[in-house]
């Protein structure tokens, strides 16, 4: 597997996976005695996070650098909103992954633009390891 493909498949995966970890909090608003109605409101409002990693992470899909940014705004966001209400620690678990998927697909990003050496190890090709002969100058 060459860095490149490591690159591109990683913040996808992990994006995906960070949804799935935000959808388990939605499970709180299962509760004996409440009515229909109010847990499937409450359901789908706790699911709120989860539509917006998703989309990032769709976006990101078709476009790494937008998927990265989205991801960051997604963190800048959280933070803004949870800042002096909940525990630093607290606001770390969610904005770290955060931030870490964004960061992965701004690599991926990057990386798609570079070429690749030889050999399939997903490093930009360096100049003196171009296989085309140096032009004669005059």
């Not at 998927?67 to 997604?74: I, K, M, P, S, W």
């Amino acid at each position: 597997m060459t860095t490149n493909t490591l690159l591109r498949w990683t913040p996808r995966v992990f994006g995906l996976l960070f949804a799935a970890f935000l959808a388990l909090f939605a499970l709180d608003v299962f509760e004996p005695g409440r009515p229909l109605a109010y847990i499937v409101v409450g359901f789908l409002i706790h699911l709120l996070p989860t539509y917006l990693v998703g989309a990032a992470t769709v976006v990101g899909w078709r476009n790494p650098a937008l998927g990265g940014l989205a991801f960051l705004a997604l963190a800048v966001a959280y933070t803004a909103t949870a800042a002096g209400r909940l525990s630093p620690v607290t606001i770390g678990v969610l904005v770290g992954p955060a931030g870490a998927i964004a960061a992965l697909f701004l690599l991926s990003a990057l990386a798609a633009r570079r070429p690749e050496r030889p050999g399939g190890t997903g490093m930009p090709t360096a100049p003196s390891e171009r296989s085309e002969p140096p032009t004669a100058s005059g």
